[in-house]
């Protein structure tokens, strides 16, 4: 099991990023996605979440709005576009895998997810 996260970068304030999460083995579309992230000196927190069909997402409130989690089964990619940033969005972003047999759910907690990333670096900063 794999899942490969790319896309980040520096960026300064009120720029977008697109990061990339590319999941291999197992069966992508039967798993819920999501993202957390590790912002410094914080704990680990839910970013955003996508049902395994890809029709349900739900945001952390403050970056409602402003980023958008999409996927493409197809291509066993998840994606979270990041606009409007701000300097508090500067974190490690990790994407996650849960199993998700019933389908039409996201899940909030790190507990409900089975497989990990390594993260990919956002540094928003003039």
């Known amino acids: 099991v794999q899942l490969q996260a790319s896309g980040g970068g520096l960026v300064q304030p009120g720029g977008s990023l697109r990061l990339s999460c590319a999941a291999s083995?197992?069966?992508?579309?039967?798993?819920?996605m999501g993202w957390f992230r590790q912002r410094p000196g914080k704990e680990r927190e839910f970013v955003g979440g996508?049902?395994?069909?890809?029709?349900?997402?739900d945001y952390r409130d403050d970056v409602k709005g402003r980023f958008t989690i999409s996927r493409n089964n197809a291509k066993n990619t998840m994606y979270l576009q990041m606009n409007s940033l701000k300097p508090e969005d500067t974190a490690i972003y990790v994407c996650?895998?849960?199993?998700?047999?019933?389908?039409?759910?996201?899940?909030?907690?790190?507990?409900?997810?089975?497989?990990w990333g390594q993260g990919t670096q956002v540094t928003v900063s003039s």
């Open positions: 996508i049902s395994r069909g890809g029709r349900i997402t």
């Open positions: 996650v895998a849960r199993r998700d047999n019933r389908g039409g759910r996201v899940y909030y907690t790190p507990q409900g997810y089975d497989y």
């Open positions: 083995g197992f069966t992508f579309s039967s798993y819920a």
